[in-house]
Nanobody, 127 residues
Framework: VQLQAFGGGLVQAGGSLRLSCAAS????????MGWFRQAPGKEREFVAG????????SHADSVKGRFTISRDNAKNTLYLQMTSLKPEDTADYYC?????????????????????WGQGTQVTVSS
């Protein structure tokens, strides 16, 4: 599985962006997937995740109410809609995927739990 993240850019505080993560090589419709971010000098952190069934989603407290994760299985693509962006959201954003043993509502929030990663897309929010 290859993942390619895109959609980042420079935006003013309060603005919006939509990140996309296109998968190729095989269908990821039953994979658990997630978005992580890493700011300069900081560790990679969980942003949002979606279960293999697609029935369970979770967002980090820092982005809850502002970011929304979703997936389009027909397009083999994962999305992250980001609104009300803040300067502290500035980071490289990575999408990730993992095979699940059982297609259920389990979520994975640790980067070590994911086997496949996109190359990252940079988001810069100016104040």
């Amino acid at each position: 599985v290859q993942l390619q993240a895109f959609g980042g850019g420079l935006v003013q505080a309060g603005g919006s962006l939509r990140l996309s993560c296109a998968a190729s090589g095989r269908s990821v419709s039953s994979y658990a997937m997630g978005w992580f971010r890493q700011a300069p000098g900081k560790e990679r952190e969980f942003v949002a995740g979606i279960s293999g069934s697609g029935g369970t989603i979770s967002h980090a407290d820092s982005v809850k109410g502002r970011f929304t994760i979703s997936r389009d299985n027909a397009k083999n693509t994962l999305y992250l809609q980001m609104t009300s962006l803040k300067p502290e959201d500035t980071a490289d954003y990575y999408c990730a995927a993992r095979i699940v043993v059982r297609i259920d509502g389990r979520l994975y929030m640790r980067s070590s739990e994911y086997a496949y990663w996109g190359q990252g897309t940079q988001v810069t929010v100016s104040s």
